[in-house]
């Protein structure tokens, strides 16, 4: 049973000294550097996830998988603890063009001894070599893969779905297909940080004024993989999905994020719509803080964990 946790008061709150301190550091450093919009998007790509790579440290417990799917083969690289209750599929962020499912080993693995879930961290096809509806549709097979799967490969079928960024958007997507294309509703929990659910773009999102993210970049990551008249289409924008009989959500984000609003919008629409969900809010915290070396970060993970472990319990 999941709680309704309303943290709006969070809005009006100083930041943290560190969270203060890293925004200031990367304002700096993304000043200094071409804006990824006159980048190449495949050059970009290429340069980012070898970044993370060399920053982010692999774990011996990771195991490579394929998910043999009828949409063709995934890949998969799964964390499996001690102890398995529930199964956590998580599909990376990276406006749908970049990030992978090896750029967050040491957070997949505390978070799967921590809730003692197997976490299945998937690849989803990229933009621009391609594009919409290629991303959703292999979120939509590596779900109903394990919808299948689970019980026999991880003994349990209690099943959470999550993901940040695009893939808190790709989880959102999954979830309304399984329920209108297959009539299933095997998630327990959705676990979504900072996702975009609106791809016309909010208010707030049209007007953010901080070094990433803006209004130009998010729409040149949305021309890589959308097309313009396609977002009024509630699978490509789910905010304005049929979203009765979804399971309960954690929604995560950050004020100092150009989806801040996106996150606040979908929150509220998925109460309306009778499901429960909770909303932290981190003062003064970027697009992605959960990835840094902030306290704003462990809390985030804290919730991510307590969650897991409330709806699968």
């Avoid at 690289?77 to 090896?102: C, K, N, Q």
């Avoid at 893939?167 to 929990?189: K, Q, Y």
Wanted: charged share 25%.
């Amino acid at each position: 049973m999941t709680r309704a946790v309303d943290s709006l008061a969070s809005l009006d709150e100083e930041p943290a000294d560190d969270t203060k301190a890293l925004n200031a550091l990367v304002d700096t450093a993304l000043a200094s550097a071409p804006p990824a919009y006159t980048r190449d998007p495949v050059e970009f790509r290429h340069e980012s996830d070898a970044y993370s790579r060399s920053t982010r440290t692999a774990v011996a417990e990771a195991v490579e998988r394929t998910l043999d799917t009828p949409a063709g083969p995934i890949a998969a690289r799964v964390f499996v603890p001690p102890t398995v209750e529930s199964v956590y599929l998580y599909i990376h962020g990276g406006a749908w063009m970049m990030g992978a499912r090896d750029l967050a080993d040491q957070l997949f693995w505390a978070r799967a001894q921590r809730a003692n879930a197997a976490v299945v961290s998937i690849d989803y096809r990229l933009a621009p070599e391609h594009r919409w509806p290629a991303p959703g549709d292999d979120c939509e097979a590596a779900a109903l893969w394990l919808a299948e799967h689970a019980e026999e490969e991880f003994g349990t079928s209690t099943l959470v779905i999550g993901g940040d960024s695009a893939g808190a958007h790709l989880s959102v997507v999954t979830l309304v297909r399984l329920r209108d294309r297959h009539g299933l509703t095997p998630f327990r929990g959705a676990d979504l940080r900072y996702g975009m659910y609106d791809l016309r773009l909010t208010p707030g999102a049209r007007q953010y004024a901080g070094a990433a993210l803006d209004a130009v970049t998010l729409r040149w990551c949305l021309d890589l993989c959308f097309d313009p008249a396609s977002r009024e289409d509630p699978d490509v924008s789910p905010i304005m999905a049929d979203l009765r009989g979804l399971p309960p959500a954690l929604f995560t984000v950050g004020t100092n994020d150009s989806l801040l609003e996106d996150t606040l919008f979908m929150w509220t629409r998925w109460r309306a719509a009778g499901n429960p969900a909770e909303l932290e809010i981190h003062p003064g915290a970027m697009h992605a803080f959960d990835y840094m070396p902030i306290a704003a970060a462990e809390k985030a993970i804290d919730d991510s964990v307590a969650f897991i472990r409330r709806v699968t319990a």
